[in-house]
Structure formats: C-alpha cells, structure tokens
C-alpha cells in the first residue's frame, strides 16, 4: 500500500512556474513508477509525466515536454513536478499516482494509488 499526498499547487501568472510535491508512504515506494495527472473542469483526466522506479526513464506529454520536469528521491519518498512557463491551458487539478513498474506508465486507468490533488491556476 502507498499512500500520497501533493503540495505546491497555486495562482500563478502566465510565464510563471511552480514546483508540485508529493510525499509517499507505506511500503514500495521505491519500487515503484509515479505519474502525473491533472483534470481540468469538463474534461478527462489526461496524462502529464511519468518516472520510472530507477529515476533513468521519464515520460512526457507532449503539450508539457521541454517545460515541465519529473523527479524522484526514492531516499526521501518523494516525486516533484517542476512546471516552467505556465500556460493558461495548464490549468488544472493535479494528481500524482503511483503502480507498479510494468509499463503503461501514461495510461492513467494502470495506477492503483492516488493522492488527493492540488489546484494549479494560471492567469493570463
């Protein structure tokens, strides 16, 4: 069992960035691929970016690929979401997740464990 908690969501203007957190604990942490997710109102749940247990694969949607980045301390439980220049577009809920490390790392209906989410708006 994982469990996951997100901080660092908030208001920011277009341009700006924000740096997303999320704490796991219980066990497999480690062992284990995370993801990003956000939902914005009326629409699916889509996928962000993704990190493989190791920390050597990452994965990115490509309306965030070369703005946003995935990170992992697997020593500290953690996985962050560094997003730079913001879009209006980017406004969303964010979710992080976390399954088992056999692939389909952007299929968000693979991941078992979810956190609570946290609220990006960027003005524009």
């Known amino acids: 069992q994982v469990q996951l908690v997100e901080s660092g969501g908030g208001l920011v203007q277009a341009g700006g960035s924000l740096r997303l957190s999320c704490a796991a604990s219980?066990?497999?942490?480690?062992?284990?691929?995370m993801g990003w997710f956000r939902q914005a109102p009326g629409k699916e749940r889509e996928f962000v970016a993704a990190?493989?247990?190791?920390?050597?694969?990452?994965y990115y949607a490509d309306s965030v690929q070369g703005r946003f980045t995935i990170s992992r301390d697997n020593a500290k439980n953690t996985v962050s979401l560094q997003m730079n220049s913001l879009k209006p577009e980017d406004t969303a809920v964010y979710y992080c997740?976390?399954?088992?490390?056999?692939?389909?790392?952007?299929?968000?209906?693979?991941?078992?464990?979810w956190g609570q989410g946290t609220q990006v708006t960027v003005s524009s």
């Open positions: 219980g066990r497999g942490f480690s062992t284990h691929a």
């Open positions: 990190i493989r247990w190791s920390g050597g694969s990452r």
């Open positions: 997740a976390a399954k088992n490390d056999f692939g389909h790392y952007t299929d968000y209906s693979r991941y078992g464990y």
